[in-house]
C-alpha cells in the first residue's frame, strides 16, 4: 500500500503569509495527487487534482506542484478563509491521504 | 445539480452490523467512480472502499471482508454495508463522487457525513 506523509502537522501564520504544506509518497505515483481543503464540520473540498491543477473557482492563490514522490500545495497569500486542515491524497493505486495539516492564526 | 446525501448511521454495538445508503442526484453513480470515505473524531481522513464504472471494488486492508460496496443504478444509490464493526470503525462515513472514466480519480462532490458509533 502507497503511504502519505505530510508536513508540517500544524502551521502556525499570518494573513498575507505565503505557506507551503509537502506531501511524499512511499513510491512513486505520477502526477496522481489531489489537494483537499476542510474546515470543522464541513466535507473536505477539492482544489488541485493531478498535483498542479486548480479546480473550477478555486482561488488562484492556491497552487500546487510535485510529480514522482514529493509534492508542495502553496497559498500566495493567506486569507481568513483559508485557516483549515489541508489533505493531500494519491489515487494512483485504490487511494490513500496524508495525515492533514492544519494551517492556524498564528 | 450535483448532491450526495448520505443516511444509516447510529449508534451500533460491537459485531453489529450496518448499512449506509448515499442517494444521488444530478448524475448516474453508474457513470462515476464512487467512494466512501471515514473521519474519526479529531482524526483525519482514511479512504474506506470505492466501486469503479465497471463495478469492480477495492477496500482499505482493515475493512476488507467485513465491508462491502455496492449501488443500486435505477435508484442512483450507493450503499455500504458493515459487519461485525469495531469499536475502531466509529467514525463520520462520507460518500464521495470521482470522475467518469474508468479509473481511479479524485474527489469533486462530497456528501455531508453520516457519524457511525460503535459502542457498547
Known amino acids: 500500500d502507497i503511504q502519505m506523509t505530510q508536513s508540517p502537522s500544524t502551521l502556525s501564520a499570518s494573513v498575507g503569509d505565503r505557506v507551503t504544506i509537502t506531501c511524499r509518497a512511499s513510491?512513486?505515483?505520477?502526477?496522481?495527487l489531489a489537494w483537499y481543503q476542510q474546515k470543522p464540520g464541513n466535507a473536505p473540498n477539492l482544489l488541485i487534482y493531478?498535483?498542479?491543477r486548480l479546480e473550477s473557482g478555486v482561488p488562484s492563490r492556491f497552487s500546487g506542484l510535485g510529480s514522482g514522490t514529493d509534492f508542495a500545495l502553496t497559498i500566495s497569500s493567506l486569507q481568513p478563509d483559508d485557516f483549515a486542515t489541508y489533505y493531500c491524497?494519491?489515487?494512483?493505486?485504490?487511494?490513500?491521504f496524508g495525515q492533514g495539516t492544519k494551517v492556524e492564526i498564528k | 445539480e450535483v448532491q450526495l446525501v448520505e443516511s444509516g448511521g447510529g449508534l451500533i454495538q460491537p459485531g453489529g452490523s450496518l448499512r449506509l445508503s448515499c442517494a444521488a442526484s444530478?448524475?448516474?453513480?453508474?457513470?462515476?467512480?464512487m467512494t466512501w470515505v471515514r473521519q474519526a473524531p479529531g482524526k483525519g481522513l482514511e479512504w474506506v472502499s470505492s466501486?469503479?464504472?465497471?463495478?469492480?471494488?477495492y477496500y482499505t486492508d482493515s475493512v476488507k471482508g467485513r465491508f462491502t460496496i455496492s449501488r443500486d443504478n435505477s435508484k442512483d444509490t450507493l450503499f455500504l454495508q458493515m459487519t461485525s464493526l469495531r469499536v475502531e470503525d466509529t467514525a463520520v462515513y462520507y460518500c464521495?463522487?470521482?470522475?467518469?472514466?474508468?479509473?481511479?480519480?479524485?474527489?469533486?462532490?462530497w456528501g455531508q457525513g453520516t457519524l457511525v458509533t460503535v459502542s457498547s
Open positions: 493531478k498535483a498542479s
Open positions: 466501486i469503479y464504472t465497471g463495478g469492480h471494488t
Open positions: 464521495a463522487r470521482g470522475g467518469d472514466g474508468v479509473g481511479t480519480s479524485p474527489l469533486d462532490y
Open positions: 491524497q494519491q489515487y494512483y493505486s485504490d487511494s490513500a
Open positions: 513510491q512513486s505515483i505520477g502526477s496522481w
Open positions: 444530478g448524475f448516474s453513480v453508474s457513470a462515476n467512480y
